[in-house]
């Protein structure tokens, strides 16, 4: 996978802030893969003494794929901004460690496996180190405006 050498900011590929940001910066992509390091904060609301339980981390390498997403979209739409999106499914998850430590980094490594958008399936592994956190195959539904009008117009 070829290392990137200027990208966005984390911030512009992904909506998250704060806290709630996991990962820290994109460092290889191709056309279907991408690879980023990030760390569960240690003032996540998941924070449980040093460590969060390791099913945070797909949080973490939902993230990874938003930021995949955000950047194979780049490619038609050069301004687009961040967009919302959502984990619908989960398959094949296997968790290989209970927690995963606090403010250390983690590296995800997402890969596409198809989709029709708005929906998407990836991929997902997390490690620590060299060490397997997770794996998965993860859903997610990008939600465009006509959607999130809905959302609007339903409160």
Do not use: W
């Not at 979209?73 to 209970?98: S, T």
Request: a negative charge.
């Amino acid at each position: 996978m070829p290392v990137l050498e200027e990208l966005p900011p984390v911030e512009a590929l992904v909506p998250h802030r704060g806290p709630a940001l996991l990962v820290d910066r994109v460092v290889a992509m191709s056309e279907d893969r991408l690879e980023c390091v990030g760390r569960i904060p240690v003032d996540s609301a998941f924070a449980d003494g040093e460590a969060a339980p390791c099913f945070v981390g797909l949080e973490l390498a939902a993230q990874a794929a938003a930021a995949l997403e955000a950047l194979r979209h780049r490619r038609d739409f050069p301004n687009a901004g961040p967009q919302i999106g959502y984990i619908v499914g989960i398959r094949e998850g296997r968790f290989e460690m209970g927690e995963i430590p606090l403010g250390q980094e983690l590296r995800a490594q997402v890969r596409l496996l198809g989709g029709a958008s708005p929906l998407a399936m990836h991929e997902v592994r997390l490690f620590h180190g060299e060490i397997p956190c997770l794996s998965a195959q993860v859903s997610t539904y990008r939600a465009g405006r006509a959607f999130l009008a809905t959302l609007k117009d339903a409160r």
